[in-house]
């Protein structure tokens, strides 16, 4: 597609169930990020997905949290048993990589806003 | 100490007033620097890079300082639809990192 697709756009859901959030990057972008950013606040890193090479965890919060990547296609973010402190909008973003002009520009979905109760 | 630190905001000027924002990062192996521009309750997008010689595009003037790990953008003769929160991101270990965000409002 011509942007980065991300669905549902908006998600309620009570507070123990589990989520689940998808992103279509660019056509030929090989880096993926989730960013989380909660009201009022800035982004916060989540994870990061480099072609076949193994992701950048390193900003998940809890174990309660994972993501996977099919090859340079979709992700999806998952969250376990949710909790308030998860209310949030969860941004997805791509790029693609390397020595030319452009790389490593995040193109942004528009948001997945996610509402536990 | 965060990754990637700016200016706390929000910044309040008048139309016509020159600003100036300010970004510090951490990881001193960092190559790649940006500005971003985050309108409510939308997803940021790109404003531009920073190149290391430092850049500008029409009213916007982006320098680094690598000795410093210090990132800087002005913005001159300021206009209402740059009411927006800007944010600083750098590039540390492979990964885009954000700063929180410095919020700017333009009024008449």
């Known amino acids: 597609g011509a942007g980065v697709s991300q669905s549902p756009s908006n998600k309620v859901t009570e507070k123990g169930k589990d989520v689940e959030l998808r992103c279509d990057p660019i056509s030929g972008h090989t880096a993926l990020y989730w960013y989380r950013q909660r009201l009022g606040q800035g982004l916060e890193f989540l994870i990061y997905?480099?072609?076949?090479?193994?992701?950048?965890k390193s900003g998940l919060p809890s174990d309660r949290f994972s993501a996977e990547r099919t090859g340079e296609s979709v992700s999806t973010l998952t969250i376990q048993r949710t909790q308030q402190e998860d209310s949030a909008v969860y941004l997805c973003a791509s790029s693609f990589t390397g020595g030319s002009s452009g790389a490593n520009v995040l193109t942004f979905g528009a948001g997945s806003r996610l509402t536990v109760l | 100490r965060k990754e990637v630190e700016q200016d706390p905001g929000p910044f309040n000027v008048p139309e016509g007033a020159t600003v100036a924002f300010n970004c510090t990062y951490s990881n001193s192996a960092s190559q790649s620097f940006f500005w971003y521009r985050q309108d409510c309750r939308k997803e940021p997008k790109l404003l531009m890079s920073?190149?290391?010689s430092g850049n500008e595009d029409g009213r916007f003037t982006a320098q680094l300082n690598r000795a410093s790990q210090y990132i800087s953008l002005l913005i001159r003769d300021s206009k209402l639809s740059d009411s927006a929160t800007y944010l600083c991101v750098v590039n540390g270990g492979g990964k885009l990192i954000f700063g929180q965000g410095t919020e700017l409002s333009v009024k008449p």
């Open positions: 997905f480099q072609g076949n090479s193994a992701p950048d």
């Open positions: 920073v190149y290391s």
